[in-house]
C-alpha cells in the first residue's frame, strides 16, 4: 500500500467521494442519508465545487476529505463577509490516527488565506478543531415561538387563501430566490443554487401570496430554516403555521435585522442568544476594514489608539480615532492587546469575550467596538 497523497478532488473522484462518505458516517450511524440529498447545493460533481474540495488517495481509493465551500454572507447592510465554509470532514476508520485530517485541515487553511476569506465557519468538536484556529464565537438569537402574538392578535390568511407547500415548479422558486435576496442579512446565491437549496432533505417549503404581496417559509422539522418576502404575507404565512405547531427560528443580531425579525419576536415567548458555531479569524486587518461602516457608528465618541496583534503569526494593526475619523492601520508599535487566534475570534464576535488585561482602556473599547455581527444561516451550513 502506498502512502496516501493529498490534492484537489477532480470529477473522476466524485464517486469515490460518496462512498467515502456514507462509509466514514455509517460507521456510528447505519441508517446515515446519502450526503448529495442532504446538500444537492454544494454536493455535485461541478468543477467549481471539486476545485476546493481536498482529499487523500491511498493507491486509487479515496480515504479522507475535507471540503471549502466559499459563501458571501451579507452581515449588516453594506458588509458583505467571505467566507469558507468547511465541511465533509471524513475519514475511513482503518486511516484515522495517521495525520490525514492534520494534512487536509492545514491544506484548507492555505487555500482559504491564498483566497483572502475573512473568516472560515465550521460545525465540529471544539476539541478537535480549536487547536487549528477555529473557536466557539458569535451571537445569534434563538427564538421559541407559538401562536399567541404580545402586541395583539395573530393576522391569519382569508378563508379560501390558504398557504401552499412549494412542490417544485420554477416561477415559485425564482420569486423566493428574489425574496430571499431581499433579506436584510443574508446568503448571497444564484437563482439554480436557491432552487437546489430548496431542494435538501427533510426540507419543506410553505408559500403564500395575498393582497400584501408574497412571502416563504422553510421548515426544518419545527425549525425555521428560512424566510423572505413582504411583511403582510409573511404576517399571515407564520400566523398560519404557527396555529398547527410552536415553532423555532434563529435570528440575526439587531444590526442584521428588519421587520421580519421584529414581528418574530412578537410571537417568541422566549429567546436565547447562542453561539454561531466555529469560526476561524485568517487576519485582523480585513475584518476591521470590513466592518468600517458599523465601527464608525459605534466608535463615534471614541477617541484613543489601540494596537491590537495576531498571536500566531505577529500582525499588528493599530485602530485609532481623533478630529480627522477612524484609521485602521498595519503597525510596529508595542501591541496593547495580544490574543491568539481562537481568542480574536471571541473577542471580535462575542458572544462573550476571552481574559483580557486588567486595562480600563482595553475593557471598554472592546465592549464599545465588538462583538461584530455574523451569521450562519441553517440552510447555508454544509
Not at 154 to 167: C, H, I, Q, S
Not at 224 to 249: K, P, T
Not at 309 to 338: C, F, H, Y
Not at 342 to 359: C, E, I, S, T
Request: glycine share 8%; proline share 7%.
Amino acid at each position: 500500500m502506498s502512502d496516501p497523497i493529498i490534492r484537489t478532488a477532480t470529477a473522476s473522484d466524485f464517486p469515490g467521494i460518496l462512498a467515502l462518505l456514507i462509509a466514514a458516517f455509517s460507521d456510528n450511524n447505519p441508517g446515515h442519508p446519502r450526503f448529495e440529498q442532504l446538500m444537492p447545493q454544494t454536493i455535485r460533481p461541478d468543477k467549481t465545487i471539486l476545485d476546493n474540495w481536498y482529499i487523500a488517495v491511498c493507491d486509487t481509493q479515496v480515504v479522507a476529505s475535507t471540503q471549502i465551500v466559499a459563501q458571501r454572507f451579507v452581515v449588516a447592510p453594506g458588509i458583505e463577509m467571505r467566507v469558507g465554509s468547511i465541511g465533509q470532514v471524513a475519514c475511513l476508520p482503518d486511516f484515522r490516527g495517521k495525520g490525514l485530517m492534520s494534512g487536509l485541515l492545514n491544506a484548507t487553511i492555505a487555500r482559504m488565506t491564498k483566497d483572502g476569506h475573512h473568516v472560515s465557519i465550521l460545525g465540529g468538536d471544539r476539541q478537535r478543531y480549536r487547536r487549528y484556529g477555529w473557536e466557539v464565537a458569535g451571537s445569534a438569537r434563538s427564538l421559541s415561538l407559538s401562536s399567541r402574538r404580545i402586541d395583539g392578535k395573530p393576522v391569519l390568511p382569508a378563508e379560501g387563501n390558504r398557504p401552499t407547500r412549494w412542490l417544485g415548479d420554477q416561477p415559485t422558486a425564482e420569486r423566493i430566490h428574489r425574496a430571499h435576496q431581499a433579506n436584510i442579512s443574508r446568503i448571497i446565491r444564484t437563482p439554480d443554487e436557491t432552487c437546489l437549496t430548496l431542494q435538501r432533505l427533510n426540507i419543506a417549503t410553505w408559500v403564500h401570496q395575498c393582497d400584501g404581496g408574497f412571502a416563504y417559509i422553510c421548515l426544518n422539522g419545527d425549525r425555521i430554516a428560512e424566510y423572505g418576502g413582504d411583511l403582510r404575507a409573511f404576517e399571515e404565512l407564520l400566523s398560519f403555521l404557527l396555529a398547527r405547531r410552536g415553532l423555532s427560528v434563529t435570528i440575526p443580531l439587531e444590526e442584521g435585522s428588519g421587520p421580519l425579525e421584529a414581528l418574530l419576536l412578537q410571537f417568541a415567548g422566549g429567546y436565547n442568544l447562542n453561539a454561531v458555531d466555529m469560526i476561524r479569524v485568517f487576519a485582523l486587518k480585513p475584518i476591521l476594514e470590513l466592518y468600517r461602516p458599523l465601527l464608525e457608528r459605534r466608535l463615534a465618541c471614541w477617541q484613543d489608539a489601540l494596537t491590537l496583534e495576531m498571536a500566531d503569526d505577529g500582525e499588528r494593526v493599530q485602530i485609532s480615532r481623533d478630529a480627522s475619523g477612524l484609521k485602521i492601520t498595519a503597525s510596529t508599535a508595542p501591541a496593547d492587546l495580544t490574543l491568539d487566534r481562537a481568542a480574536w475570534a471571541r473577542a471580535l464576535f462575542g458572544p462573550f469575550p476571552p481574559a483580557l488585561p486588567q486595562d480600563p482602556r482595553i475593557g471598554a473599547f472592546i465592549r464599545q467596538a465588538f462583538g461584530l455581527p455574523v451569521i450562519w444561516p441553517l440552510l447555508s451550513q454544509i
